[in-house]
């Protein structure tokens, strides 16, 4: 196995959509049986105390990888069977991969945490532990983002003449 893209910005804020994208490719000779991704790096623990959970948010996930609703739900978006949601604590699984094949796992996240985050993930062959997915080097499939998180937004305003956001101050109006 092999991560042949990975993608999510260095520099994001609060408020602001955020994509984590990862390809793996199977590299084997033989069909992956369930391909996943494990990432452990979206929440952090909190020491405040009388929390029921001390797991609390740095990145909300607005959708992970997978199959969506269709047609899609209109109050929100939820997993469907089939979807890449697992059993497994922030692990997500697209199926079987075969030899020489590519996937694409995909999250779209919400930044709710200002500060500075590794993001690390980890690429398995399987749910069970029986398949291994490994570097051709016998390494561990697995990486990290290094990513800061502002405060605030960037500002941003709609154009009157297309009428579609942008970042930036409104022009000055005559």
Do not use: C
Request: charged share 15%; glycine share 8%.
């Amino acid at each position: 196995m092999e991560v042949v893209h990975a993608s999510f910005p260095t520099d994001q804020s609060i408020a602001r959509q955020s994509k984590l994208e990862l390809q793996v490719r199977n590299t084997g000779t033989r069909t992956a049986p369930n391909v996943a991704v494990s990432v452990d790096s979206f929440d952090y623990a909190s020491h405040y105390p009388g929390l029921a959970d001390d797991k609390r948010p740095i990145w909300v996930i607005e959708r992970g990888p997978g199959a969506t609703a269709e047609p899609p739900v209109e109050t929100q978006e939820v997993s469907v069977p089939g979807g890449g949601e697992t059993a497994y604590v922030n692990t997500w699984a697209l199926g079987a991969l075969a030899a020489g094949q590519t996937r694409t796992f995909t999250w779209r996240v919400m930044p709710v945490k200002p500060g500075s985050y590794t993001v690390h993930y980890t690429v398995v062959a399987g749910l069970a532990g029986k398949a291994k997915a490994a570097l051709t080097s016998g390494a561990p499939v697995q990486g990290q983002f290094a990513v800061d998180i502002a405060p605030a937004p960037p500002l941003t305003h709609v154009n009157p003449a297309t009428l579609r956001p942008e970042v930036g101050e409104a022009p000055a109006t005559p």
